[in-house]
């Protein structure tokens, strides 16, 4: 039998921690013959929630899940992991400006890179989840340097999902018809969601402008706001379950003729700056996510793909200003 792969997930306490955790017990995270070993990293006033949810862990007896261990310090929490799940983060307080937000997530992610650093396996694999995730993840990259750049990702998987959730209705196909949708840039409101390539049983999708640039794209883009509106709370067993495609995908592969999307560090494609970790269409291959080359982009989407980058852009010069990479 195979040893158990060693999952770390941050914010275990938290709402996207209490919807993902049992997922990845019942096997979800990497296939159901695949052992995992939790290690949830919690900040001290957050143990003893994290304690209640690893007994209900215990009591789910789940087949698959080797164990629960709890810490509070990073350096013991990423010792040997295999995955990490950067999901806990700070969020934005009344009347924080965005340069506070970002400089309080340094505190959280730099020393969580340094410790993925000194003490990950070999084959680490990280998704940050906790926004603002894409600069999240910059800065944690940054104090990782003997990681291979393209182990740390961010999540837009979610926004992936909703555009095909919406696409889906709008043409009353299941969303199983639809291929080679594509999220660009940030995972903030200024995010491309973009049907350009994308394919409706094996043919192009033809939907009007209109509907496009009034309805989908700011749908998708401010869905967060709306679910926030409705429930009371942000997006959390949504967000989870996109996390577990996203991690799934990573490992198992992009179906033949299909992409998905995620927030990767730039090799320049699409003038994208190198290095920066922003959203494209990927694909996954032997347990590693590949920038989809060489398509073509029209003006709209060009225009919209630079807008996002350009707040990427300033975020990491604002992180790069702070000293945090
Ligand atoms: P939450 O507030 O319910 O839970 C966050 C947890 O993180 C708390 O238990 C907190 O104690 C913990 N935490 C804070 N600092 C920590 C640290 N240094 N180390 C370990 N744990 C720490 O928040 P929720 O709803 O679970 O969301 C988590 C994050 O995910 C938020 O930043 C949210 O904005 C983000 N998110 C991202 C999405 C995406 O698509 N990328 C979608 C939805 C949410």
Not at 295 to 314: G, P, Q
Request: proline letters at 5%; aromatic letters at 6%.
């Amino acid at each position: 039998t195979q040893a158990p792969v060693n999952v770390t997930v941050t914010g275990a306490a938290g709402q996207i921690g209490y919807a993902l955790l049992f997922r990845i017990a019942s096997g979800q995270l990497l296939g159901q013959d695949v052992p995992v070993k939790l290690r949830l990293l919690e900040i001290p006033q957050a143990v003893k929630a994290a304690e209640g949810t690893a007994m209900e862990l215990e009591d789910g007896a789940f087949p698959l899940l080797a164990g629960t261990d709890i810490f509070d310090d990073p350096k013991q929490a990423f010792e040997g992991t295999n995955i990490a799940l950067l999901v806990g983060a700070r969020p934005r307080s009344k009347g924080m400006e965005r340069g506070d937000l970002l400089e309080a997530n340094g505190g959280i992610f730099k020393p969580q890179g340094e410790a993925i650093n000194a003490g990950a396996a070999d084959d680490i694999k990280v998704l940050v989840v906790g926004n603002p995730a894409n600069t999240n993840a910059l800065i944690a990259r940054s104090h990782a340097p003997d990681v291979p750049a393209d182990r740390f990702t961010a999540m837009t998987r979610l926004d992936h999902n909703r555009a095909l959730a919406q696409l889906s209705k709008k043409l009353g196909v299941p969303v199983t018809e639809l291929k080679k949708l594509a999220i660009w840039g940030n995972h903030s409101a200024t995010q491309y969601p973009s049907v350009q390539h994308a394919e409706v049983s094996g043919k192009s999708v033809d939907v009007d402008q209109a509907w496009l640039e009034n309805d989908f794209i700011p749908t998708v883009a401010k869905r967060g706001a709306a679910i926030i509106e409705a429930r009371g709370l942000s997006s959390a067993a949504s967000a989870a379950s996109a996390a577990i495609d996203h991690v799934f995908t990573w490992v198992n592969g992009t179906p033949a003729g299909d992409w998905t999307s995620a927030a990767v560090a730039s090799d320049g494609s699409y003038g994208v700056p190198e290095g920066l970790i922003s959203s494209f269409p990927v694909t996954a291959e032997n347990g590693q996510y590949k920038i989809v080359q060489g398509l073509e982009i029209d003006d709209f989407s060009r225009a919209r793909i630079d807008a996002s980058v350009a707040e990427l852009v300033e975020e990491r010069d604002t992180v790069q200003k702070l000293g945090l990479i």
